[in-house]
């Protein structure tokens, strides 16, 4: 991995020295493989099953926080039981504002984590700790804090999708739905950005705001695979669809979009927009608000992996599969699967997280 400032100049030997590929990328789980490993249930089981996760809610004051990427199952929970269905930045402020004791939070860790920072007085789980995300994984603390300490020239903003630890290191996170802004407001003020971890996010921010960007070299493996040749054929098919992407997206594929945005912002769009048809490029299981938002119109997955690839998440992420109704059924029961994020690390991650809650209500 490197880092590039967007002008073609590469990062300096002794920082891409440090960041060589991660063990990781050969044992993420392909989705096939979650959801075959997952037990089947039938209707009266899962019935049965949400049912008594129902109950438990209320008995133990617990809220369900869904990210729009998880099981249709578990976003129909959490919105038939108070909770909430919401992007990353959403659910941290939902989880924020909640009076609930408990927030289980059904998505991936560094949401859970998001939850813990800005509510250290309640108790967060998961229904999966191991629930992660490769931008995450792709930008190590250890890597970034030296990396950060060579560019003190720079004001350090981290996606969202990154440990505390990395969040600690940071003077500003955001999250998709709001970095443009971010960005824009700080290269107003001529300031100079360390962005982090994701590259084509970052391309993209850096094409709309010009903004000056050191860019770590991260990616999201799900959004990776979108690729703007098959993209290209399947529009050709559909003249009059509209295309919408999630700018995790590689560059070639955001370029081709009609809308880029977060996912609740891909959402409004299918509504608000007066076409019929959309061909979408994020995870598929969004579908099910896409759908409930505008029940009227057709939505396209868009197509993922180049000619002859094989497609190892096939637009869901596997982390996020990895979210299940027993899972949430053994938190209540158990007591298992509690966020906890260390005290040290909290406070400046705190203040990091807090200032885009802080600028998010100022741009309202
Ligand atoms: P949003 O902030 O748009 O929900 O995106 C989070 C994410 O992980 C997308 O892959
Ligand atoms: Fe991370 Fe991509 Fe999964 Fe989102 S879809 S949680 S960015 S791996």
């Not at 609930?100 to 108790?123: Q, W, Y």
């Not at 040749?229 to 999630?246: G, S, Y």
């Not at 997280?353 to 209500?361: C, I, N, S, Y």
Request: some cysteine; charged content about 25%; glycine content about 4%.
């Amino acid at each position: 991995m490197k880092t590039d400032n967007g002008k073609g100049r590469s990062a300096p030997k002794s920082i891409m020295s440090t960041l060589s590929t991660s063990d990781w990328e050969n044992t993420v789980p392909t989705t096939q493989e979650i959801e075959h490993q997952k037990p089947q249930l039938d209707e009266q089981q899962q019935n049965k099953l949400i049912k008594r996760i129902k109950q438990l809610l209320v008995e133990q004051n617990a809220v369900l926080v869904a990210h729009y990427y998880t099981d249709p199952v578990l976003q129909q929970l959490a919105d038939e039981t108070g909770g909430c269905v919401a992007d990353s930045l959403e659910m941290a402020r939902f989880g924020k504002a909640s009076p609930a004791d408990k927030i289980i939070v059904a998505g991936v860790r560094f949401m859970g984590e998001t939850a813990k920072i800005l509510s250290p007085e309640k108790k967060v789980f998961m229904p999966e700790l191991e629930a992660t995300c490769s931008l995450d994984l792709g930008c190590p603390a250890e890597d970034f804090i030296p990396f950060c300490d060579d560019h003190p020239d720079r004001v350090v903003v981290v996606y969202a999708n990154t440990s505390a630890r990395v969040k600690a290191r940071a003077d500003w996170v955001v999250t998709s739905g709001i970095a443009s802004e971010v960005i824009k407001h700080l290269a107003s003020e001529g300031k100079k950005i360390l962005w982090a971890p994701d590259r084509h996010l970052g391309k993209y921010i850096q094409s709309i705001t010009h903004a000056d960007m050191l860019l770590w070299q991260g990616s999201c493996i799900v959004h990776d695979e979108f690729k703007a040749d098959t993209l290209l054929t399947l529009k050709e098919k559909h003249p009059d669809a509209r295309i919408l992407v999630h700018p995790e997206s590689p560059y070639t594929v955001v370029e081709m979009a009609d809308l880029v945005g977060s996912t609740t912002q891909l959402i409004h769009a299918v509504k608000s927009m007066p076409d019929q048809t959309f061909i979408v490029a994020t995870d598929n299981r969004i579908f099910y608000k896409m759908q409930q938002a505008a029940p009227d119109k057709t939505l396209i997955e868009a197509p993922t992996g180049g000619v002859g690839a094989t497609c190892t998440m096939c637009a869901h992420c596997s982390w996020m599969a990895m979210n299940t109704l027993q899972g949430i059924l053994k938190v209540l029961e158990q007591n298992i699967n509690e966020v906890h994020v260390e005290e040290s690390v909290r406070i400046k991650a705190f203040e990091s997280t807090q200032r885009l809650l802080d600028f998010a209500a100022a741009t309202k």
